[in-house]
């Protein structure tokens, strides 16, 4: 018998004892199933197609991708081992970084830290014994994902029996979290209501509860009325000097009674908590309409959202004309012979559609751009700042986005000064005009904008476009959330970072102007978008389609509790207390002295989250409310500790016992 047979029937005999095992390499698998941030994974390959190299050493076999990348399997427990070698391809010419990690079962078994081009490939062997699911991730390192090649070379699996199987990421259920309002009369929003001297005053009393409701109000300053049927309060002050005015408000129905006090603040500080509303632009774009505009008003209503403080009603561009088009009405011109902007078809009676918003105790928003056109390319208010101004207040808008678009071509000035000069102009423009108009400046946080957004408005875009914005494995709103997050020291009451729009419900595709289509988040994505927002102080502008509101978007939009930490009147942003690859916590001080924390997951399985006091700068007993539940979780002395789900949150509110 030759030596070969003999050491074979030898290894299958002890085969046959220890259980015979096969090796499965991973590009045998299903390798659709590997999302990643660019291109597509390559068999033997790197993701460029070139051989597989990792700081000089060659493999022949392997896959090649491109973090950020997840590829999730189900093993059953039969597999034995899992034995790769990961880094950088050569072929990125020093360029990249990729962390690589392993989940068995949800617990991280292999992390290979930060990996840059050039690196030594690192050894992966890890016992799978009993393990029933393995995630396989590469980050990009916390440096975007360029030249991020991940190679996983000599990647195999030896199985027990049978071979790995690549699946999707599991389907998580939306669960509504946020309890159903009660009958009773409760009333929401923020404690404060600002308005400079003079200035016309409007504001519906947010208050849930069963209907018909009846309202009443203490010390209502003089020139002020209540509309006892819709909770309404309009008119002037009289009183032209700064001064604050509390006001008890009242709310009774059937099934009971709500006391809240209001402080009417006269000065010249407006937006004293983030504004709160929706805006047209990412559900009808270019298609926008008056009976859009009115639909949305009326939806604003009937779904509650204003019962919760909702307020502003905002068309973004595309309300004027586009100098050129064939615009039916008036042949392509933007403006009167006068020099008077022009609504184009789609608007026929801008006073009339601002009056149809205010008839509901709302507020009225549009929008220009400084340059000669908008993004979109319709007519902008360049050397006509003066007269659009004057005719937005007269109309009766009650908010003006400003958006730089096409100024780039007309700039002038170096430095910051660049970047001031059109804000600041419109800003002299629109004060003296009788009106209270609050100021959005959106020009992308160019010129650092949080540094000087707040002598010219009320509130400042801190980043590009949230919608167009493509993360890797994390939606694009965690890396627009934690660019705005790092501008807190800005912000306060009147003077807000704005890191864009609520992007959830039914909404139009990331590409921009496309129809509108279910949100892609997932439901745990949602709550740690609204819950990121609230304790950034964020304006709260909703801008999906708001006569296609399903209930799970309605908790996610109308928790009191969640949007009571974003309308907290201390206005304190929420603070970074620790970024790391897998996690974001967020804490905001809050005027009762309590504090918001949010614990944000941002791996790809569930995990154990924990913050301590030292973490949070305090001490002794708190008692712990969970915001999104509206349940109290027990007391606490020096930590808390949550399983938040894959790219989900908890978010608690933290109490001082004594
Ligand atoms: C820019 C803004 C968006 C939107 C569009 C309209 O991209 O950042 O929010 O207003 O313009 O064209």
Same mark, same amino acid.
């Given at each position: 018998?030759?030596?070969?047979?003999?050491?074979?029937?030898?290894?299958?005999?002890?085969?046959?004892?220890?259980?015979?095992?096969?090796?499965?390499?991973?590009?045998?698998?299903?390798?659709?199933?590997?999302?990643?941030?660019?291109?597509?994974?390559?068999?033997?390959?790197?993701?460029?197609?070139?051989?597989?190299?990792?700081g000089g050493r060659s493999f022949a076999r392997g896959v090649g991708s491109h973090a950020p990348g997840v590829l999730r399997l189900d093993l059953d427990g039969r597999a034995e081992r899992f034995g790769a070698w990961v880094g950088v391809d050569d072929e990125t010419?020093?360029?990249?970084?990729?962390?690589?990690?392993?989940?068995?079962?949800?617990?991280?078994?292999?992390?290979?830290?930060?990996?840059?081009?050039?690196?030594?490939?690192?050894?992966?062997?890890?016992?799978?014994?009993?393990?029933?699911?393995?995630?396989?991730?590469?980050?990009?390192?916390?440096?975007?994902?360029?030249?991020?090649?991940?190679?996983?070379?000599?990647?195999?699996?030896?199985?027990?029996?049978?071979?790995?199987?690549?699946?999707?990421?599991?389907?998580?259920?939306?669960?509504?979290?946020?309890?159903?309002?009660?009958?009773?009369?409760?009333?929401?929003?923020?404690?404060?209501?600002?308005?400079?001297?003079?200035?016309?005053?409007?504001?519906?009393?947010?208050?849930?509860?069963?209907?018909?409701?009846?309202?009443?109000?203490?010390?209502?300053?003089?020139?002020?009325?209540?509309?006892?049927?819709?909770?309404?309060?309009?008119?002037?002050?009289?009183?032209?000097?700064?001064?604050?005015?509390?006001?008890?408000?009242?709310?009774?129905?059937?099934?009971?009674?709500?006391?809240?006090?209001?402080?009417?603040?006269?000065?010249?500080?407006?937006?004293?908590?983030?504004?709160?509303?929706?805006?047209?632009?990412?559900?009808?774009?270019?298609?926008?309409?008056?009976?859009?505009?009115?639909?949305?008003?009326?939806?604003?209503?009937?779904?509650?959202?204003?019962?919760?403080?909702?307020?502003?009603?905002?068309?973004?561009?595309?309300?004027?004309?586009?100098?050129?088009?064939?615009?039916?009405?008036?042949?392509?011109?933007?403006?009167?012979?006068?020099?008077?902007?022009?609504?184009?078809?789609?608007?026929?009676?801008?006073?009339?559609?601002?009056?149809?918003?205010?008839?509901?105790?709302?507020?009225?928003?549009?929008?220009?751009?400084?340059?000669?056109?908008?993004?979109?390319?319709?007519?902008?208010?360049?050397?006509?700042?003066?007269?659009?101004?004057?005719?937005?207040?007269?109309?009766?808008?009650?908010?003006?986005?400003?958006?730089?678009?096409?100024?780039?071509?007309?700039?002038?000035?170096?430095?910051?000064?660049?970047?001031?000069?059109?804000?600041?102009?419109?800003?002299?423009?629109?004060?003296?005009?009788?009106?209270?108009?609050?100021?959005?400046?959106?020009?992308?946080?160019?010129?650092?904008?949080?540094?000087?957004?707040?002598?010219?408005?009320?509130?400042? #875009?801190? &980043?590009? !476009?949230?919608?167009?914005?493509?993360?890797? %494995?994390?939606? *694009?709103?965690?890396?627009? $959330? =934690?660019? @705005?997050?790092?501008?807190?020291?800005?912000?306060?009451?009147?003077?807000?970072?704005?890191?864009?729009?609520?992007?959830?419900?039914?909404?139009?595709?990331?590409?921009?102007?496309?129809?509108?289509?279910?949100?892609?988040?997932?439901?745990?994505?949602?709550?740690?978008?609204?819950?990121?927002?609230?304790?950034?102080?964020?304006?709260?502008?909703?801008?999906?389609?708001?006569?296609?509101?399903?209930?799970?978007?309605?908790?996610?939009?109308?928790?009191?509790?969640?949007?009571?930490?974003?309308?907290?009147?201390?206005?304190?942003?929420?603070?970074?207390? #620790?970024? &790391?690859? !897998?996690?974001?916590?967020?804490?905001?001080? %809050?005027?009762? *002295?309590?504090?918001?924390? $949010? =614990?944000? @997951?941002?791996?790809?399985?569930?995990?154990?989250?924990?913050?301590?006091?030292?973490?949070?700068?305090?001490?002794?007993?708190?008692?712990?409310?969970?915001?999104?539940?509206?349940?109290?979780?027990?007391?606490?002395?020096?930590?808390?500790?949550?399983?938040?789900?894959?790219?989900?949150?908890?978010?608690?509110?933290?109490?001082?016992?004594?």
């Amino acid at each position: 018998m030759p030596p070969t047979t003999l050491a074979l029937i030898v290894a299958l005999g002890s085969a046959a004892i220890l259980g015979a095992t096969d090796t499965v390499p991973l590009s045998g698998l299903d390798l659709t199933k590997l999302h990643q941030g660019w291109g597509r994974p390559v068999v033997d390959r790197s993701v460029e197609g070139n051989p597989i190299s990792i700081g000089g050493r060659s493999f022949a076999r392997g896959v090649g991708s491109h973090a950020p990348g997840v590829l999730r399997l189900d093993l059953d427990g039969r597999a034995e081992r899992f034995g790769a070698w990961v880094g950088v391809d050569d072929e990125t010419q020093g360029r990249g970084s990729v962390s690589f990690t392993v989940y068995a079962d949800g617990r991280k078994s292999f992390d290979s830290g930060v990996l840059r081009a050039g690196d030594q490939p690192v050894r992966i062997d890890i016992d799978l014994t009993g393990v029933g699911s393995l995630v396989l991730v590469s980050g990009s390192a916390e440096d975007g994902m360029d030249f991020d090649h991940a190679d996983w070379a000599d990647a195999q699996f030896v199985m027990r029996e049978g071979v790995p199987i690549a699946i999707d990421a599991p389907d998580e259920p939306k669960v509504i979290l946020t309890p159903a309002p009660g009958p009773e009369p409760r009333i929401n929003g923020p404690e404060v209501f600002a308005v400079r001297p003079g200035r016309p005053v409007l504001y519906r009393v947010p208050a849930t509860g069963d209907r018909p409701m009846n309202f009443e109000a203490d010390a209502l300053p003089d020139g002020l009325t209540l509309d006892p049927w819709t909770g309404i309060i309009s008119g002037t002050i009289a009183d032209r000097a700064e001064t604050i005015h509390p006001v008890t408000l009242r709310a009774v129905n059937d099934a009971g009674r709500a006391e809240r006090e209001l402080r009417f603040v006269v000065g010249p500080t407006l937006a004293l908590t983030p504004p709160m509303g929706w805006n047209s632009w990412y559900i009808h774009y270019n298609r926008v309409t008056d009976a859009d505009m009115r639909a949305a008003a009326d939806a604003m209503i009937d779904s509650g959202m204003a019962d919760f403080g909702y307020s502003y009603v905002n068309i973004d561009d595309c309300w004027m004309v586009k100098p050129g088009s064939t615009d039916a009405a008036i042949g392509g011109r933007p403006r009167a012979p006068d020099g008077t902007l022009l609504s184009n078809a789609r608007f026929p009676d801008m006073p009339g559609l601002a009056e149809h918003i205010h008839a509901k105790g709302l507020k009225a928003g549009l929008y220009t751009s400084p340059g000669p056109s908008t993004c979109a390319g319709f007519a902008g208010a360049w050397e006509h700042e003066a007269i659009d101004a004057a005719l937005f207040a007269r109309w009766g808008f009650d908010f003006l986005k400003y958006d730089w678009c096409s100024y780039e071509r007309v700039a002038t000035g170096e430095g910051r000064e660049r970047f001031v000069r059109p804000y600041r102009q419109m800003r002299d423009l629109l004060e003296p005009l009788g009106r209270d108009i609050v100021f959005n400046l959106c020009q992308y946080g160019m010129g650092d904008v949080w540094e000087w957004g707040g002598s010219v408005g009320q509130c400042w #875009r801190t &980043t590009g !476009d949230l919608g167009v914005e493509q993360g890797g %494995l994390l939606p *694009g709103f965690y890396s627009i $959330g =934690l660019s @705005n997050a790092r501008h807190g020291a800005w912000a306060g009451p009147g003077a807000w970072n704005d890191p864009d729009y609520i992007l959830i419900g039914w909404v139009g595709d990331a590409r921009g102007m496309g129809v509108g289509q279910p949100t892609t988040l997932t439901g745990n994505e949602q709550y740690s978008y609204m819950s990121m927002w609230c304790l950034m102080a964020a304006p709260l502008i909703f801008s999906g389609d708001m006569t296609r509101l399903d209930a799970f978007t309605l908790n996610i939009l109308c928790n009191a509790e969640v949007i009571g930490v974003d309308q907290d009147t201390l206005g304190v942003q929420g603070r970074i207390v #620790r970024r &790391t690859e !897998d996690d974001l916590i967020l804490a905001k001080p %809050l005027a009762d *002295g309590s504090i918001a924390v $949010g =614990l944000f @997951n941002l791996a790809e399985v569930p995990r154990q989250m924990t913050v301590t006091w030292d973490e949070l700068g305090v001490e002794g007993e708190r008692a712990v409310r969970d915001l999104w539940r509206q349940a109290p979780l027990g007391t606490a002395s020096s930590h808390y500790q949550a399983e938040v789900p894959r790219h989900g949150v908890s978010l608690v509110r933290l109490h001082p016992t004594e």
